[in-house]
């Protein structure tokens, strides 16, 4: 194995698709999930994010980042005007249409109707969910910041709904996702089925010297 | 099947450890990461954290989710102090020693000595890098935002190093994870390879209506 650097300067320098890649590809595995909104007529909308990451349990808060407000951006006006919006797991079946939500298409057609995707609603609030997927978030809008080095956001929200396969729930509030076959994916355009998974124990004073 | 609905007030309602389980469960997959810091005196440390999010590729900008300061967090002293932090892949082989780096150690003694785990040295920046990961990214802090609502912390930085094994790295810039066994993870405790993976299309004007 040999290893090689690259330096600032050679990212700097790089082909604008050669670093897309690299860049996207280099933390390693990411969280693809369907992000659900509506807006003011009625008409929903329905995106991929990899980026949506734990923020809190107590109160519990789930964010996403989002790309610079140069191009119209659905999602966050939805979010902005309707205040809600649901994270939507990726399952192995939803994948095809799931990456086709990256797609652009005609104004004011939804994204539900082009994938074929079909939405689920709630009585509690108005984003549409993925009636397939096995975890379905529903959140409100809690907080925005604006990351001031590249004109993206952070985007906070504060899970209101949690509808879950029941067999999925495990007795110590884990879920169980190899029932699912829930995906992980990496950079812009992969997806994965995990193989075998290990729980480790809580490192305590004792175990820590054990290593 | 059958689908269950929890309600926010059944979420405030639950018992601690439950709650914490599954609210970090719930965003399927995360991205395990060790992150190498030093402080003013020399003394390393290094941490996983699994809120590693990909902020642009131009610049290049990586970030990840720091908990709130009651405890002293010698992550976020050294970067503020250094200026540097170093963030590094976690295959299968370094899976139990990278999650002991979550146990709490004498003062003083750095999760390097304690877990085994070999540093690496780059000219360009003091923070200390995983020998053994095979994707190796330094970063210089560019931005720290405050998370109101739960008094976290967003920590922005923008890479200034990349050592990676060469062998990885495709003429088109993508990183093939493959060879290596990286991981990705579930919650606070689980650790998973992934099997077969997928790379679809682009989605265009003509693709996205043949979906």
Redesign the interface.
Known sequence: ????????EK?HQ?E????????????????P?LIGTVNTKGITNLSIF??????????????F?LRPLTVERHTYENIKTCGYFT?N?VTEQL???A??C????PKGVSEFI???IKPAY?K?QPAPYVEESP?Q?ALKI??E?A????D?R?I?G??????????M?SP????D?SKHK???G??L?????????????????D???L?
Chains 1, 2 share one sequence.
């Open positions: 194995m040999s290893q090689i650097t690259i330096t600032a990212i790089m604008v698709n050669y670093r897309r890649n690299l860049i996207n590809d280099l933390p390693s595995f990411k969280s999930h990899n980026s949506i990451v734990h923020i809190g349990a107590n109160p519990p808060l789930l964010g980042i994270i797991s994948m095809e249409r990456h086709a990256s797609g652009k298409y082009m994938t074929g709630s509690i975890i978030i809690e907080e910041q990351i001031k080095s590249n993206t952070l906070v504060r899970i209101v709904e949690i509808r879950i396969e029941k067999e729930l110590k509030g884990y879920i996702v829930i995906l992980t990496r950079g355009d992969q997806y994965f089925t995990v193989a075998k998974g290990k729980r480790l124990a809580r490192i305590t004073k175990s820590c010297l290593i």
